[in-house]
T-cell receptor, first 111, second 114 residues
């Protein structure tokens, strides 16, 4: 799989504020996926981006795929306590089907 | 409901006592995989299987075994567990080649080896 780097590793956010987490690759990605893992839970698929410059929204979450398809971002507006968790990006699967997950961004929300 | 079922959710065992963590999926997925998750190390793949009787090592296979005798089941076996295998384990499945690559994860197994 293709390596992806996520920043930041940790993000403390005041409730109501916006924040963005980034996923970067040194090579062009055919697609990118995002997952969310709540504390004590398991990773859950959120979305897949495929097209250059693609932007998708899920309520307060906005996902973007870079024009060069080497980076992606997740922007959350008006953060709520329900947004707490770790967000992972993953590059496309290799020929064996393996996804290469980023290290994740752990988000803590302060009321 | 489409899901990946792992058992048990929690397990405390002693060093050297063989154990098996079961994983079953009801989505007819070809691809199944085991991950361990440790603080600061993210998700690391242990073993994966592309189909029945086809398995291969992931990034951290030492101390683990797997089998894929049926499409739906992919058990993880620790023949002689050691304390460094204390971790949170996830089983995941996906349709495999030719299909969407999104993973469905099980609820996890928190293993403690003392």
């Amino acid at each position: 799989g293709q390596q992806v780097m996520q920043i930041p590793q940790y993000q403390h956010v005041q409730e109501g504020e916006d924040f963005t987490t980034y996923c970067n690759s040194s090579t062009t990605l055919s697609n990118i996926q995002w997952y969310k893992q709540r504390p004590g839970g398991h990773p859950v698929f959120l979305i897949q981006l495929v097209k250059s410059g693609e932007v998708k929204k899920q309520k307060r979450l906005t996902f973007q795929f870079g024009e060069a398809k080497k980076n992606s971002s997740l922007h959350i507006t008006a953060t709520q306590t329900t947004d707490v968790g770790t967000y992972f990006c993953a590059g496309p699967p290799d020929s064996w089907g393996k996804l290469q997950f980023g290290a994740g961004t752990q988000v803590v929300v302060t009321p | 409901e489409a899901q990946v079922t792992q058992n048990p959710r929690y397990l405390i065992t002693v060093t050297g006592k063989k154990l098996t963590v079961t994983c079953s999926q009801n989505m007819n997925h070809e691809y199944m995989s085991w991950y361990r998750q440790d603080p600061g190390l993210g998700l690391r793949q242990i073993y994966y299987s592309m189909n029945v009787e086809v398995t291969d090592k992931g990034d951290v296979p030492e101390g683990y075994k797997v089998s894929r005798k049926e499409k739906r089941n992919f058990p993880l076996i620790l023949e002689s567990p050691s304390p460094n295998q204390t971790s949170l384990y996830f089983c995941a499945s996906s349709p495999g080649t030719g299909g969407p690559s999104r993973y469905t994860f099980g609820s996890g197994t928190r293993l403690t080896v003392v």
